[in-house]
Structure formats: C-alpha cells, structure tokens
C-alpha cells in the first residue's frame, strides 16, 4: 500500500498518511466492525483501493457504507470504476441505501453524482464517546439500492 500512498499523496491537501499499519488499525483491527477490503491491481501495481461495510438503520434496514475510498485525482474514471463495484457489491448484500461521507475531492464528487448518488443533509451523532449527545449536521451522498 505504501507505494499507491507514495504516488498520490500530493494529489490531496489533507489526507490521513495510509501505510499498511494505519490501514490495519483503522479496518482489520477493529474491535466492532467488520470490513470489506478491496485492492485494484494493475500490471502488478495497486491503482486503487475501496472498503466497504454494512450498518443497520433506525428501522432496521440493512444500509451499505462506503468507508474509505482512494485513487490518483489524476485519474478521475478510476473513482467510477470503484463506485460501479461498490454498487454491485451492495447490490447483492440486498442493501436500502448506500452512503459515503462527502469528501473535498471534486473528481470523487463528480463520480458520485455520475453513479446516481444525490446530496443530502442529516443529522448524524459522532460516536466519540458513549455519553456525548452533540449531533453535528454532516454531509452525506446517499444511493437508493
């Protein structure tokens, strides 16, 4: 992972450095959540990555999240390569929605609205800690299943 990391890193203003160890602290050591990892390989060289998990809604419904998303801003359609799998994915997890947090990265952006995915507003608790009641209004890109 360190080398797509090394290529695209100045491609983004603020980015989370992604080495193999944040990767696995963020999703394969997690004490609660289970993911889904996804490499695109290309003449042996990973272009991009994808992570993708399932949460219940409020009314029980099962809803696919799109939990991290990377590829070069160069190479804007690597974005929809990665959207139309995650939909195919969800798709046969028989998901209601589809979310992904909105991001600054106008060319991933534009691969969602292409993909059928609109804007919305929610309120969204932060799950900081189990006593914090502050529920900050959030961006989300939501896709009906």
């Known amino acids: 992972m360190l080398a797509i990391w090394e290529k695209i890193k100045d491609d983004y203003q603020i980015i989370p450095k992604r080495t193999d160890a944040y990767l696995n602290w963020r999703f394969v050591a997690h004490p609660t959540n289970r993911y889904h990892r996804f490499l695109l390989e290309y003449g042996g060289e990973v272009k991009e990555y994808l992570v993708l998990g399932f949460i219940t809604g409020r009314r029980g419904e099962k809803i696919g999240r799109i939990v991290d998303i990377l590829a070069s801003r160069k190479e804007e359609k690597l ?10 994915f969800f798709e046969k997890g028989q998901v209601a929605t589809v979310q992904i947090l909105e991001s600054a990265c106008p060319e991933l952006k534009r691969a969602l609205e292409r993909n059928g995915f609109s804007h919305n507003l929610t ?15 959030c961006s989300l890109f939501r896709c009906r299943g």
């Open 123 to 137: 309120k969204r608790a932060t799950g900081i800690s189990p006593t914090r009641t502050a529920s900050p209004i």
């Open 79 to 88: 974005y929809g390569a990665l959207l139309y799998f995650a939909l195919k």
